[in-house]
């Protein structure tokens, strides 16, 4: 069992800068990678960066490569989105999830999720 705990979010103006943080707890296993995805309303959860927690590879969505930054503490089990040059369209909830998975970019391979937590980006 993993439980994971979002922070971080809030209201920023476009072109700011946030960190998101992911606690997690629990055992890691066999493929354990871990990611963030986004849900805007009326729109689906859509993925947004993901990392391989052994090696620490690394695979952003189109629309935010150059501007977000996945990474890890594997000390303390925590993982991290360092998002800058926001724009308005990043405004939503962003999940962490983990789980064994193969294809990182796929919400239906993570087993667990955190409970959101809300971005906002004004114009």
């Known amino acids: 069992q993993v439980q994971l705990v979002e922070s971080g979010g809030g209201l920023v103006q476009a072109g700011g800068s946030l960190r998101l943080s992911c606690a997690a707890s629990g055992r890691t296993y066999r493929n354990y990678a871990m990611g963030w995805f986004r849900q805007a309303p009326g729109k689906e959860r859509e993925f947004v960066a993901g990392?391989?927690?052994?090696?620490?590879?690394?695979y952003y969505a189109d629309s935010v490569k150059g501007r977000f930054t996945i990474s890890r503490d594997s000390a303390t089990n925590t993982l991290y989105l360092q998002m800058s040059s926001l724009k308005p369209e990043d405004t939503a909830v962003y999940y962490c999830?983990?789980?064994?998975?193969?294809?990182?970019?796929?919400?239906?391979?993570?087993?667990?999720w955190g409970q959101g937590t809300q971005v906002t980006v004004s114009s």
């Open positions: 990392i391989r927690w052994t090696f620490g590879a690394t």
């Open positions: 999830a983990a789980g064994s998975v193969v294809a990182l970019t796929s919400r239906r391979e993570y087993d667990y």
